[in-house]
């Protein structure tokens, strides 16, 4: 095994120009202007992992953008590693905040990665961290190395809600059965502090339409005399937390799990400074719920956001107008016990009572799923550890994370399986937002802890 590390070296400069040749492709999901550079996208998964050496590539039609299947099977009592990841990557917008054009990947070096970063959407959410898999599963079969069974299965609806993901899933609990699921789409602490996700928060995603006159009106004319849509959307949504910032909606905190004090302290010892954390994000205070740490604030307890808000007139100069409409987009992080239909329930509910006299007021329900929490009490968690003890020379650190990877908790629950998250972004990786990168040492780290994982998981199943 001890090859990996010269495998990597030989085959460092392909390994970076791959996933490069990968991240030239925007793969907008959310655009369907982009639906033939997602397609062409999943074609070219399909003939790299034909190239690492799986006995069978399919590529899945479904009623949106297909599904690769893959599959490398070498004995049927041996385990089976179920890998997922997705090939779609989220809009660029706002581009001009690019310091480099997001679909031409450059690699700079940055003060966290003095070895250099690749600069492209995607290039860490999640085609450069689904690609290691595909590249460590080159390394295995080439040196004869593969210890089990393999298989992947890689979406391109995953930052849109997988809603073909979950159409397929219940349609193929056979050819999808496995011993452990194992994705790479979340991150660690640092390069020097390697954690392991056993976290991820849920998610209710709603858009809210607030109307008031039948159509835009002289703010001069009619001001002060109706309902101004945006100002009350921006009332309605101020409303939504109380001076703790505690959530306003009645019931919303019915079902939270709440920690134990033990557990609150196993967490406090995650290390963590708060004047990096502010550093980092140039701010000055770090705001939240009230009662709670930072690190509590972003992982094991619920939020509300405001994603995006317009209306009215926002072109050069001024226009005098009361829109007739206004317009919010709202997300709910939700913690384990929450259920998201529940919680996007009591939220129109609660949104429809607040609305005052003079506006109508529409809540449309977007994607959402359930939370998910791995349990450390198992092989799976067991040969993770290991994996990245063997690589990091240290013992990595369970962590729970913000971030929402709904379709986790419905393989949960159709396939029977556990999840492993074995991330190898930062947070500082700016997924989502522009310069979107990857560091190239949390590459090839990935690449070389996913076969310690084959390893270490099939010797504790004998
Ligand atoms: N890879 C992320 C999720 C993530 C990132 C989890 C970092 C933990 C740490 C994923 O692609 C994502 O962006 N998920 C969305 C939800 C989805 C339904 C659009 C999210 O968390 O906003
Ligand atoms: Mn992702
Ligand atoms: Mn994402």
New binding site residues.
Partial sequence: MNTIKSYLQENNDRFLSELMALLKVPSISADSAYKNDVIKTADMIVESLEKAGCDKVELCETPGYPIIYAEKIIDKDLPTILVYG?YDV?PPDPIDLWDSPPFEPVIKKTDLHPEGAIFARGSS??KG?MYMHIKALEYMTSTDQLPCNVKFMIEGE?????ESLAWFVPRNVEKLSNDVILIS???MISNNIPSI?TG??G?S?VEVEVTGPNRDLHSGIYGGAVANPINVLSKMIAELHDENNHITIPGFYDKVEELSSEERAEMAKAPFSLDAYKKSLDIDAVYGEKGFTTNERNSIRPTLDVNGIWGGYTGEGAKTVIASKAYAKI?M?LVPHQDWNEITQLFKTHFENIAPEGVKVKVTPH???QGYVTPIDNIAYQAASKAYEKTFGKVPIPQR???????VALFEQELKSKTI?M?F?L?SDA??SPNEHFGIWNYLKGIETIPWFYKYFTELNS
């Avoid at 995953?158 to 997988?162: A, D, H, L, P």
């Fill in positions: 997705h989220q959410d999640d961290q995953e930052e849109v809600g997988s789409d979340t991150g996700t991820l928060r998610l995603y997300s992080r994607h959402g799923g994370s913000g971030g929402s990877i709904p379709i998250l991330g972004g947070n997924i989502h």
